[in-house]
């Protein structure tokens, strides 16, 4: 069985930073691909940032040049780093693993979700 397990958001000020961290764990064979997503109330998810097996990375245009996604191979963790901070980026923010398991199973897996509140 494999879990996601993140850790981070909160509070943060117009132009502030925050940090999210996302830690899989179970039975893990090989790692796709790791990823954030976002939804805001009444809206649908969307894609922040993801990064493949193969270091290749894709942002959101509204996150790029503020939001810095990394992962940490060996401990099967992501990272998402967040600055300047608007409004707009509130939302519950979801982690995403696509991974296969050591059955050779595929899953699509997703964490709990953190929340993360941008008000001055």
């Known amino acids: 069985q494999v879990q996601l397990v993140e850790s981070g958001g909160g509070l943060a000020q117009p132009g502030g930073s925050l940090g999210l961290s996302c830690v899989a764990s179970?039975?893990?064979?090989?790692?796709?691909?790791m990823a954030w997503y976002r939804q805001a109330p009444g809206k649908e998810r969307e894609l922040v940032a993801s990064?493949?097996?193969?270091?290749?990375?894709d942002y959101a245009d509204s996150v790029k040049g503020r939001f810095t996604i990394s992962r940490i191979s060996g401990a099967n963790t992501v990272y998402l780093q967040m600055n300047s901070l608007k409004p707009d980026d509130t939302a519950v923010y979801y982690c995403?693993?696509?991974?296969?398991?050591?059955?050779?199973?595929?899953?699509?897996?997703w964490g709990q979700g953190t929340q993360v509140a941008v008000s001055s």
């Open positions: 995403n693993m696509r991974a296969y398991e050591t059955t050779l199973q595929w899953g699509d897996y």
């Open positions: 179970g039975s893990i064979f090989r790692i796709v691909a």
């Open positions: 990064v493949n097996a193969g270091g290749g990375f």
